[in-house]
């Protein structure tokens, strides 16, 4: 074992989950901890570390923007001396990359002096934003994105109702190689509202830009249900291009056939490109905070635009 990781790769394709199967597998109380198996998952070390109530698995996340200084302090402080009563104490650091400068520098003394039970899990998505230095001294495991039938195999695993399985392969599309972006947009509930909310968006006339807002709201508000609308209009117009290229193998939202073949006839491939860039644009500024308001009227020039 080493005592650094650094599991970087795409979020929700299972790097946290990997690390606290890790912490359990080495002090599941049904296992000597001499060769790495899997935990039992009955123990009463095992239940405390799935439900993140024992004391030496330390999961760090950052508040706010930031991992702060503070936070990498109690890691060190507890580095120090030997675990409570795990034979490993096990410290999960999520998004790693949102640590301060003076926080990564704080936490580089530990990984340069590692504490023989102590192991230290790195998590990122973006691991161009750690120092070097941090990278250098960790294990570091790349996480790759998953195929459309892995998550759809996964996702009944993790939904608390039974999906019926086309549902599943869209949410799948919609995942985009992430099972956990695939669970949101099932929990989300925006997949049943598919081609309610595409007629309805298709039909608002181009003269008419309140209704576009009045439309959106009618599908919920706030920025996440926006969010979560644009990207029912981000996958539909890329189908359409699929589509009208004849690769309908592809297309995601394999069972709103006519709704697309609609949007095939309506829009030209120029101008489903440039509504694609400016619903990508668009959902970019969203998650930058841009005005609600001033992004739906963007979109709207665009599709109202003769194509
Ligand atoms: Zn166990």
């Not at 790097?15 to 296992?31: D, G, H, I, V």
């Not at 120090?80 to 790693?96: G, K, M, N, T």
């Not at 599309?173 to 695939?182: D, F, H, I, N, P």
């Not at 959106?216 to 969010?227: I, V, Y």
Request: with cysteine; glycine share 6%.
């Amino acid at each position: 074992m080493h005592h650094a990781y650094l599991f970087s790769g795409p979020t929700g394709v299972g790097k946290y989950t990997t690390a606290l199967s890790f912490a359990a597998s080495l002090n599941c109380l049904e296992r000597s901890g001499e060769v790495l198996e899997d935990a039992c998952g009955r123990c009463t070390a095992c239940k405390r570390i799935e439900a993140g109530q024992h004391p030496d698995v330390l999961e760090i996340a950052p508040s706010g923007n930031f991992i702060k200084i503070d936070q990498i302090r109690a890691i060190q402080k507890a580095a120090l001396s030997p675990p409570y009563e795990a034979r490993y104490r096990a410290v999960i650091i999520d998004q790693a990359h949102a640590m301060t400068e003076e926080g990564a520098n704080a936490l580089l003394k530990t990984l340069e002096e590692p504490s023989a039970r102590t192991l230290l899990f790195l998590i990122t998505d973006q691991p161009h934003r750690l120092l070097d230095t941090i990278i250098s001294r960790c294990q570091r495991l790349r996480f790759g994105a998953l195929s459309d039938e892995e998550v759809a195999r996964a996702l009944p695993d993790v939904l608390e109702a039974p999906v019926d399985e086309a549902l599943l392969k869209v949410a799948a599309g919609y995942g985009e190689g992430s099972l956990g972006r695939a669970y949101e947009v099932l929990e989300s509930g925006m997949l049943e509202q598919r081609e309610e909310l595409l007629e309805a968006f298709l039909a608002v006339p181009a003269d008419r830009a309140n209704q576009w807002l009045e439309t959106a709201e009618r599908f919920g508000r706030g920025n996440s249900d926006l969010e979560a609308q644009l990207d029912v209009l981000i996958v539909y117009f890329r189908d359409l291009m699929l589509a009208g290229r004849a690769d309908r193998g592809r297309v995601i939202n394999a069972d709103l056939m006519a709704t697309i073949d609609k949007g095939v006839e309506r829009f030209s491939l120029d101008a489903t490109l440039r509504i694609l860039d400016t619903l990508t644009e668009a959902r970019g500024r969203l998650k930058r905070n841009v005005n609600a308001q001033l992004i739906v009227e963007g979109v709207l020039d665009q599709i109202r635009q003769p194509s």
